[in-house]
């Protein structure tokens, strides 16, 4: 099946410092990527959409100054959380999806501890 | 209009028994219907893909898709503990999550 590979599975970083987050599919070619973000027992937040080539949707009250998205190529997408904060501190998550009636194929997740 | 409504349970099944998740969505156009499972603190993980009406097994897992009623349901024969997670239903190219069904199956 397909694999999508996300590194790092965890991460502590200092306050202020900025973290980034690579996601790889490495069996197909994803034509789009997304990250979400999910706090203790709530459901899974969509923060942004990505396009091979092209700029960023990011959702309704998501940073895209502060959550920088780069999705250079079919196969690599990654996320870097710039100045962070305590409050950043979540599991980020990303997916990805081929064409059409695709399903969507997570990464494991990378789990962030801002101090 | 929620695209999907899901019972958000907590869903408690004795271990045996079956378990039944059902979801509804509101885009008549969905073509294709995905069952995701998410243990806690892992990340989602797909378990089943429907793009017909009827039914689709796999293993002790049953799909059933009625795009008439706008209906999709996930059956876990022989639930077993290992089976307790939140489950998520996905029509089509839906990249937005509700909270799920939590199921949880007791020994």
């Known amino acids: 099946g397909a694999v999508v590979s996300q590194h790092p599975s965890w991460v502590i970083c200092k306050s202020g410092t900025s973290v980034k987050i690579e996601c790889r599919s490495l069996d197909f070619q994803a034509t789009t990527m997304f990250w979400y973000r999910q706090f203790p027992k709530q459901s899974l937040m969509l923060m942004a959409t990505s396009n091979e080539g092209s700029k960023a949707t990011y959702e309704q009250g998501v940073e895209k100054d502060k959550f920088l998205i780069n999705h250079a190529s079919l196969t690599l997408s990654t996320l870097t959380v710039t100045s962070a904060h305590p409050e950043d501190s979540s599991f980020y998550i990303c997916s990805a999806s081929g064409t059409g009636r695709s399903p969507l194929h997570f990464g494991n997740g990378t789990r962030l501890t801002v101090t | 209009q929620k695209e999907v409504e899901q019972n958000s349970g907590p869903l408690s099944v004795p271990e045996g028994a079956i378990a039944s998740l059902n979801c509804t969505y509101s885009?008549?156009?969905?073509?294709?219907f995905f069952w995701y499972r998410q243990y806690s603190g892992k990340s989602p993980e797909l378990i089943m893909s429907i793009y017909s009406n009827g039914d689709k097994e796999d293993g002790r897992f049953t799909a059933q898709l009625n795009k008439a009623s706008q209906y999709v349901s996930l059956l876990i024969r022989d639930s077993q503990p290992s089976d307790s997670a939140t489950y998520l239903c996905?029509?089509?190219?839906?990249?937005?999550f509700g909270p799920g069904t939590r199921l949880s199956v007791l020994p």
């Open positions: 885009d008549r156009g969905s073509q294709s």
């Open positions: 996905a029509p089509g190219q839906n990249f937005v």
